[in-house]
Each structure stands twice: as C-alpha cells, then as structure tokens.
C-alpha cells in the first residue's frame, strides 16, 4: 500500500528532527519545508522532497506553500506558530487534501494563551500561578502589587523561558520593557502576544515537569508521557529556562489526570506539551503552559516507546497503531551546542549547580540501566546527525572568532 506523505513543516525546528527517522523507518514518505538551505532535515535519508519556502515566517506564504505542493499529505505543526496557523487555515488546507489534526482556533487560543488558560485552569480547579492581564497603556504597579513580590513578567504567547523575575517595584519597569521588547521582535509578532503578571513559584530545577499527550480525532487522548527535568538551561539571575537538556521518563498519574481534564474541557485535538512546576513552598503542581505541538526534546518520545509522531500519522490516514507503553528512560542532550554539557560547564563555573550532580546523571546511565536516550543522534540516519553537528561546530567557531 502506498502511504500518503508526512509533511513537516519549518523543518528546521528542533521538534521535527526528533520525529524523522521514527516515522521514515516505517515507510511513510517525508516532505521536508524549510527557510534554511543548510536545514539539517534536508540530509536525513528519510526525506523524499525537499521544499524551500520564504522566511522571515509568513502565514499567507506557509499556507500557499503548502497548497503548491503536488501532493497532499498528513501536516505536522513545527512550533507554536505554525500550529496556530494551521488551526486558522485548517478548513481550507482539509478542503484541498491535506490531512491535519489540530483544534479549532478557539480551542487551541483557550489553552496556548496564558491569560486564557488561567481562567479556564480556576474554573476547573487546576492549579496556576496567579495571573493578571496587564493592559496596553495601564500602569502596571497596582496590578503587580496586587499579584505580590515576587514575581513574573511575561507575554500570554510567548515561550521558551522568555519572562523576567521582579523582586520589587524598582525592577518592574525594567521587566517590562524587556519583555515588550521580546514580544516586538520580527519572530514573535505574530504571536500577538499580551503582558501579564503571575505569582513566582519557589521550585528546584529536578522538579521541572512536562506532560505529552496527543488528542486524536475521536476526542480521546492517545496516552500520556511525564518527563521530570534533571537539567535545564539556567540564567544569571539563577532562574530555570524552559530546556530540558536531561530528563527521565517518570509516570504520574495525578499530572495526567489534570491534563486530561483541562484538555478535554478545552476539546482539544492534536499533540499537546503541558509544563507542570512543583512548588518547594506547598507541595503542590502548578501549570505554567499549554503549548499546541511536540516538544523541542521530540526524540525521546518514540525511543522511549511513545511514537507520537506516527499515532498523530495513523489516526489522520485510518491505520492501525500500537498501544503507547513508555518505557522508563533517560534524556541527555549531550551533543547539541548550546546542549547538557555546555550548558552545565557554565552553570558550574557559575556556583549555580554541583558538578558532583552532572556526574551523578551520566553515571546513571552506565549503571541504572535504564534505556538511555541521547538527542538526535542516530546511526541509522548518519546524513542528519552529521549535518546537526557540522552546524554546531559552525556556531561554537562563530562565537570562538566573534
């Protein structure tokens, strides 16, 4: 039987790298669209058709790229951004063919816009940071005042850790500016993104957790994965960024029952990435985000026995598809720049996290032995992994002769 295409979409993602030899190695046929000539999907094995589109990102230009192809196929969402698109654009793309599972833009804006989420979290009764929408042009003091010190300025659609910690009234003007500024930037003005407060939970980096799920078209979830964060990117301020470069697979049955509740009030389709906070103060889980796509971190998913690229393929062509059993695994991002070990080297020297813990994790995977997941690299697909690492080496000399 000949199977219609995979389609991926800003292939030059980190997400979709981890979901190519997954879905290549069973035979679907991959359509790979990328801004970038050196996108390092263009030299897996696995891709069929190669497709450069016009960059910086533009809505009209992805989806008249996608209605130019000559074949119709089964579109995989990169990130944020297109998986937003996709939601507004999805009647039209389904009427000429293509195959998409992704909610209605309502749906998808009551989940991925924060503000939105919080409100609907309280009525349901899942726990969130307190939020306060700061409007354009309001004098944000009351409002931060009203939230209490300390706290966290950041856009209602941004993501990627980009927020800015306020101890106190002096720092909150600045805060703000920085964060408009990000939300300003050419890349991120499509976002539409808004400002908002939220209360500042007191959390340890290893208790960093994320929930992975997939709604297929039936309205049921697929399954759920939980990731516990081992390491993240830290900033200066000794704040937690939003990548995971360790991790461990770590089933908990109350975050998914919590994400399966929000999700399912919100009628949610397609993939879903839930990042879950522990507070150190109470004990308690606080959602932070719903984002509506795979995460960065896509390759441990089927290395761990979570295939949720090919259950998203399956359910939108009508095929049969293995029950999801994730196994216990462990996540290193060892050999990306910026990845693990970069990353930890600096937050070392900073005094910001114990080397003796650096050590402990890799020891883990010597000893534990669990199944051991190392980023993107994979002997079956040499063309990828190398065209990965040869950019790599390109940055680390760019900044070295900068």
């Known amino acids: 039987m000949s199977l219609a295409p995979a389609i991926l979409l800003d292939a030059d993602i980190r997400a979709i790298e981890g979901i190519v030899e997954p879905l290549g190695r069973r035979g679907v046929p991959l359509v790979a669209m990328s801004t970038r000539p050196d996108c390092p999907v263009f030299y897996s094995r696995y891709v069929t058709r190669r497709v450069r589109v016009p960059g910086p990102f533009d809505e009209k230009a992805r989806v008249d790229a996608l209605l130019r192809l000559p074949e119709r196929g089964v579109v995989f969402p990169s990130d944020d951004v297109s998986a937003r698109t996709l939601a507004r654009h999805r009647d039209v793309l389904v009427s000429e063919g293509h195959r998409l599972g992704i909610s209605s833009p309502e749906s998808l804006e009551s989940g991925f816009d924060k503000w939105k989420c919080y409100e609907t979290a309280m009525r349901l009764g899942i726990p969130m940071p307190t939020t306060r929408l700061i409007p354009d042009g309001e004098d944000p003091e009351p409002i931060a005042r009203a939230v209490g010190y300390p706290l966290v300025i950041k856009g209602s659609t941004l993501a990627g850790g980009a927020y800015a910690r306020v101890t106190d009234l002096a720092g ?180 910001q996290y114990p080397v003796g813990a650096l050590l402990k994790s890799y020891l883990r995977a010597v000893v534990w032995p669990p199944r051991v997941a190392v980023e993107f690299l994979s002997w079956r697909d040499p063309g990828m992994t190398l065209a990965v690492l040869k950019r790599d080496v390109r940055t680390i000399l760019g900044e070295v002769f900068r």
């Not at 997939?214 to 081992?230: N, Q």
């Not at 029952?257 to 990435?273: N, S, V």
């Open 172 to 351: 909150l003007t600045g805060a703000m500016s920085r964060v408009r500024e990000i939300a300003g930037r050419p890349e991120n003005q499509s976002r539409r993104s808004r400002i908002i407060a939220q209360t500042w939970i007191d959390c340890a980096m290893d208790d960093l957790w994320c929930v992975e799920t997939l709604y297929r078209r039936d309205k049921r979830p697929a399954g759920f994965l939980t990731l516990r964060k081992i390491r993240t990117n830290v900033n200066r301020d000794g704040s937690f960024g939003s990548r995971m470069y360790a991790g461990e697979v770590a089933p908990h049955a109350q975050l998914e029952a919590m994400t399966e509740r929000l999700l399912t009030h919100l009628d949610w389709r397609g993939f879903a990435h839930l990042d879950w906070m522990r507070s150190s103060r109470d004990g308690r889980f606080y959602l932070t985000e719903i984002n509506p796509r795979l995460p960065g971190f896509s390759s441990v998913l089927a290395k761990s026995g979570f295939d949720l690229a090919y259950l998203y393929y399956a359910d939108l062509e009508g095929l049969p598809a293995p029950e999801p059993k994730p196994r216990r695994t462990l996540y290193l991002e060892t050999l990306r720049y910026p990845g693990d070990l970069s990353s930890a080297a600096i937050t070392i020297a900073r005094g």
